[in-house]
Protein backbone atom coordinates (compact mmCIF):
# COMPACT_ATOMS: atom_id res chain seq x y z
CA UNK A 1 0.00 0.00 0.00
CA UNK A 2 2.83 2.45 0.83
CA UNK A 3 4.79 1.78 -2.65
CA UNK A 4 1.17 2.29 -4.35
CA UNK A 5 0.64 5.57 -2.21
CA UNK A 6 4.41 6.69 -3.17
CA UNK A 7 4.11 5.77 -7.21
CA UNK A 8 1.22 7.97 -7.18
CA UNK A 9 2.18 10.87 -5.17
CA UNK A 10 5.28 10.92 -7.72
CA UNK A 11 3.18 10.25 -10.78
CA UNK A 12 0.88 13.26 -9.51
CA UNK A 13 3.48 15.59 -8.66
CA UNK A 14 5.40 14.93 -12.03
CA UNK A 15 1.89 16.24 -14.43
CA UNK A 16 3.92 19.72 -13.50
CA UNK A 17 5.94 18.69 -15.60
CA UNK A 18 3.94 18.70 -18.75
CA UNK A 19 4.02 22.94 -17.64
CA UNK A 20 7.46 23.37 -18.34
CA UNK A 21 8.98 25.81 -20.94
CA UNK A 22 12.38 26.77 -21.83
CA UNK A 23 13.51 30.57 -21.44
CA UNK A 24 15.87 31.44 -23.63
CA UNK A 25 15.21 35.49 -23.20
CA UNK A 26 18.37 36.58 -21.76
CA UNK A 27 16.19 39.93 -19.87
CA UNK A 28 14.04 38.11 -18.55
CA UNK A 29 16.16 35.15 -17.47
CA UNK A 30 18.49 37.95 -15.51
CA UNK A 31 16.69 41.47 -15.33
CA UNK A 32 14.65 41.64 -12.30
CA UNK A 33 11.10 41.90 -12.82
CA UNK A 34 9.60 45.21 -12.36
CA UNK A 35 12.62 47.47 -12.68
CA UNK A 36 13.43 50.81 -14.93
CA UNK A 37 15.99 49.25 -16.74
CA UNK A 38 14.21 46.08 -17.91
CA UNK A 39 11.13 48.61 -19.30
CA UNK A 40 13.38 50.42 -21.01
CA UNK A 41 14.97 47.48 -22.64
CA UNK A 42 11.84 46.31 -23.69
CA UNK A 43 10.59 48.98 -24.24
CA UNK A 44 14.01 50.00 -26.94
CA UNK A 45 13.95 46.18 -28.15
CA UNK A 46 10.22 47.12 -29.21
CA UNK A 47 10.77 49.92 -31.24
CA UNK A 48 14.12 48.56 -32.88
CA UNK A 49 11.90 45.89 -34.32
CA UNK A 50 8.98 47.66 -35.39
CA UNK A 51 8.11 49.11 -39.33
CA UNK A 52 11.14 51.18 -41.27
CA UNK A 53 8.81 54.43 -41.38
CA UNK A 54 8.03 54.38 -37.91
CA UNK A 55 9.12 56.94 -35.98
CA UNK A 56 9.72 58.09 -32.15
CA UNK A 57 7.26 61.13 -30.35
CA UNK A 58 9.04 62.92 -27.51
CA UNK A 59 5.98 64.48 -26.10
CA UNK A 60 5.37 67.46 -23.54
CA UNK A 61 2.47 68.78 -21.93
CA UNK A 62 2.43 72.64 -20.07
CA UNK A 63 -0.32 72.69 -18.04
CA UNK A 64 -2.00 76.04 -15.76
CA UNK A 65 -1.74 75.33 -12.46
CA UNK A 66 -4.49 78.40 -11.57
CA UNK A 67 -8.19 77.42 -11.20
CA UNK A 68 -9.26 79.36 -14.28
CA UNK A 69 -5.84 79.63 -15.43
CA UNK A 70 -5.00 79.59 -19.60
CA UNK A 71 -1.74 78.66 -21.45
CA UNK A 72 -2.77 81.25 -23.92
CA UNK A 73 -0.98 84.17 -22.69
CA UNK A 74 2.00 85.72 -24.27
CA UNK A 75 4.24 84.75 -20.85
CA UNK A 76 2.91 80.69 -21.68
CA UNK A 77 4.21 81.35 -25.15
CA UNK A 78 7.14 82.96 -24.25
CA UNK A 79 8.41 79.72 -21.50
CA UNK A 80 7.35 77.36 -24.17
CA UNK A 81 9.93 79.39 -26.83
CA UNK A 82 12.22 78.99 -24.55
CA UNK A 83 11.69 75.21 -23.35
CA UNK A 84 12.18 74.59 -27.28
CA UNK A 85 15.21 75.97 -27.19
CA UNK A 86 16.44 74.27 -24.21
CA UNK A 87 16.12 71.37 -26.40
CA UNK A 88 17.63 73.04 -29.75
CA UNK A 89 20.77 73.46 -27.38
CA UNK A 90 21.38 69.67 -26.18
CA UNK A 91 24.54 68.47 -27.16
CA UNK A 92 25.50 64.95 -25.72
CA UNK A 93 29.08 63.37 -25.09
CA UNK A 94 28.58 61.32 -28.30
CA UNK A 95 27.32 64.42 -30.36
CA UNK A 96 23.35 64.10 -30.61
CA UNK A 97 21.52 67.07 -31.18
CA UNK A 98 17.78 67.48 -31.47
CA UNK A 99 19.12 68.66 -35.68
CA UNK A 100 20.87 65.23 -36.07
CA UNK A 101 18.07 63.06 -34.07
CA UNK A 102 15.13 64.83 -35.68
CA UNK A 103 12.79 63.30 -38.44
CA UNK A 104 13.29 65.82 -41.51
CA UNK A 105 10.33 66.58 -44.06
CA UNK A 106 10.28 68.57 -46.38
CA UNK A 107 9.32 72.20 -46.05
CA UNK A 108 6.63 72.98 -48.39
CA UNK A 109 5.44 76.75 -47.81
CA UNK A 110 7.72 77.07 -51.54
CA UNK A 111 5.85 74.53 -53.47
CA UNK A 112 3.64 76.03 -56.47
CA UNK A 113 0.29 76.10 -55.77
CA UNK A 114 -1.96 73.77 -58.23
CA UNK A 115 -4.95 76.04 -59.97
CA UNK A 116 -8.11 74.25 -60.72
CA UNK A 117 -7.85 72.44 -64.50
CA UNK A 118 -11.02 73.20 -66.91
CA UNK A 119 -13.60 71.11 -67.12
CA UNK A 120 -12.77 68.80 -69.37
CA UNK A 121 -9.17 69.40 -69.68
CA UNK A 122 -6.88 67.18 -71.24
CA UNK A 123 -4.00 64.92 -69.26
CA UNK A 124 -1.36 67.03 -70.70
CA UNK A 125 -2.56 70.75 -69.54
CA UNK A 126 -2.76 68.86 -65.48
CA UNK A 127 0.41 66.72 -65.55
CA UNK A 128 2.80 69.85 -66.23
CA UNK A 129 1.55 71.14 -62.43
CA UNK A 130 1.56 68.08 -61.11
CA UNK A 131 5.20 67.16 -62.13
CA UNK A 132 6.44 70.77 -61.20
CA UNK A 133 4.61 70.09 -57.69
CA UNK A 134 6.05 66.82 -57.32
CA UNK A 135 9.90 67.89 -58.38
CA UNK A 136 9.48 70.95 -55.99
CA UNK A 137 8.57 68.74 -53.42
CA UNK A 138 12.31 66.84 -54.00
CA UNK A 139 14.08 69.68 -54.36
CA UNK A 140 11.88 71.39 -51.31
CA UNK A 141 14.58 72.44 -48.05
CA UNK A 142 14.36 69.14 -45.21
CA UNK A 143 12.97 70.73 -41.83
CA UNK A 144 12.80 68.76 -38.38
CA UNK A 145 9.62 67.49 -37.25
CA UNK A 146 8.04 69.39 -34.75
CA UNK A 147 4.25 69.96 -33.96
CA UNK A 148 3.18 73.35 -31.48
CA UNK A 149 1.56 76.75 -30.96
CA UNK A 150 4.84 78.25 -31.15
CA UNK A 151 4.84 77.06 -35.67
CA UNK A 152 2.32 80.32 -35.93
CA UNK A 153 5.33 81.98 -35.76
CA UNK A 154 7.73 80.49 -37.36
CA UNK A 155 9.00 81.75 -40.84
CA UNK A 156 10.58 79.78 -43.27
CA UNK A 157 11.08 76.78 -41.69
CA UNK A 158 12.79 78.14 -38.68
CA UNK A 159 11.81 80.15 -35.58
CA UNK A 160 15.32 81.89 -35.58
CA UNK A 161 14.08 85.10 -35.72
CA UNK A 162 12.15 84.38 -32.03
CA UNK A 163 8.76 85.99 -30.66
CA UNK A 164 7.43 89.29 -31.32
CA UNK A 165 8.97 91.47 -28.72
CA UNK A 166 5.85 93.57 -27.81
CA UNK A 167 3.44 89.91 -27.75
CA UNK A 168 0.73 90.41 -25.71
CA UNK A 169 -2.39 87.99 -24.61
CA UNK A 170 -4.25 89.93 -27.09
CA UNK A 171 -1.79 89.00 -30.24
CA UNK A 172 -1.71 85.20 -29.23
CA UNK A 173 -5.02 84.94 -29.46
CA UNK A 174 -5.93 86.93 -32.92
CA UNK A 175 -2.55 84.93 -33.83
CA UNK A 176 -3.80 81.49 -33.29
CA UNK A 177 -7.48 82.49 -34.56
CA UNK A 178 -6.07 83.64 -37.66
CA UNK A 179 -7.99 82.76 -41.09
CA UNK A 180 -6.19 79.84 -43.36
CA UNK A 181 -3.61 79.58 -40.67
CA UNK A 182 -0.16 77.63 -41.51
CA UNK A 183 2.64 76.31 -39.93
CA UNK A 184 6.15 78.57 -40.66
CA UNK A 185 7.73 75.30 -39.82
CA UNK A 186 6.58 73.01 -42.28
CA UNK A 187 4.64 75.19 -44.73
CA UNK A 188 1.44 72.58 -43.99
CA UNK A 189 -2.21 73.65 -42.56
CA UNK A 190 -2.49 74.21 -38.98
CA UNK A 191 -5.05 73.40 -36.67
CA UNK A 192 -4.62 74.60 -32.81
CA UNK A 193 -7.13 71.88 -31.80
CA UNK A 194 -4.27 69.50 -32.28
CA UNK A 195 -2.21 70.72 -29.37
CA UNK A 196 -4.63 72.56 -26.96
CA UNK A 197 -6.48 70.79 -24.21
CA UNK A 198 -9.55 72.05 -22.46
CA UNK A 199 -9.68 75.09 -25.22
CA UNK A 200 -12.44 77.28 -24.16
CA UNK A 201 -14.62 79.24 -27.64
CA UNK A 202 -16.18 82.03 -27.37
CA UNK A 203 -19.96 81.41 -27.49
CA UNK A 204 -20.34 84.56 -30.63
CA UNK A 205 -17.48 84.19 -32.77
CA UNK A 206 -16.66 80.53 -32.07
CA UNK A 207 -12.98 81.45 -31.95
CA UNK A 208 -10.70 79.76 -29.04
CA UNK A 209 -10.13 82.24 -26.18
CA UNK A 210 -8.20 80.00 -24.02
CA UNK A 211 -7.18 76.91 -23.33
CA UNK A 212 -5.86 74.81 -19.89
CA UNK A 213 -3.11 72.85 -21.68
CA UNK A 214 -0.76 72.51 -25.00
CA UNK A 215 0.98 69.47 -25.78
CA UNK A 216 4.86 69.99 -27.37
CA UNK A 217 5.83 67.46 -29.74
CA UNK A 218 9.19 66.35 -31.26
CA UNK A 219 9.38 63.65 -33.72
CA UNK A 220 12.64 61.99 -33.65
CA UNK A 221 14.13 59.17 -36.11
CA UNK A 222 13.24 55.78 -35.67
CA UNK A 223 15.72 53.46 -34.05
CA UNK A 224 17.87 51.51 -36.73
CA UNK A 225 17.53 47.40 -36.66
CA UNK A 226 20.54 45.26 -35.54
CA UNK A 227 21.74 44.36 -39.43
CA UNK A 228 21.71 48.24 -39.81
CA UNK A 229 25.14 49.92 -40.79
CA UNK A 230 26.13 51.63 -37.37
CA UNK A 231 22.45 50.65 -35.78
CA UNK A 232 24.38 50.18 -32.38
CA UNK A 233 26.17 53.73 -32.58
CA UNK A 234 23.28 55.15 -33.75
CA UNK A 235 20.90 53.99 -31.54
CA UNK A 236 22.90 54.51 -28.27
CA UNK A 237 22.87 58.25 -29.51
CA UNK A 238 19.12 58.35 -30.17
CA UNK A 239 18.67 57.07 -26.31
CA UNK A 240 21.39 59.34 -24.86
CA UNK A 241 19.82 62.56 -26.60
CA UNK A 242 16.12 61.24 -25.18
CA UNK A 243 17.90 60.53 -21.61
CA UNK A 244 18.94 64.59 -21.78
CA UNK A 245 15.85 65.62 -23.66
CA UNK A 246 13.72 64.42 -20.22
CA UNK A 247 16.05 65.88 -17.84
CA UNK A 248 15.89 69.36 -19.90
CA UNK A 249 11.79 69.45 -19.75
CA UNK A 250 11.50 68.27 -16.33
Known sequence: MFIVGSVLFTTLCATGLTQMAEETDVQ???????TDFKKNSEYLRAVTEADEDSCRRQKVQVVSVEDRGSVLTAQSVREVHRLRQAVFDIVTEDGATWPN???RVPFLGHLPSLTTPPEGAFPEEVCPQVETAE?????APKVCLESHLLEAWAVGGSLNR?????LTDKDVVETINGDDLVSGLTGLPLRVSDFLGSAVEDRKS??????????LTF???RMLKGDEPNATFENDMSLNFEEEFIRVVR
Open 28 to 34: TLWLPRG
Open 101 to 103: RCK
Open 135 to 139: AAEKA
Open 162 to 166: GLPAN
Open 206 to 215: GEVISAKGMT
Open 219 to 221: VTN
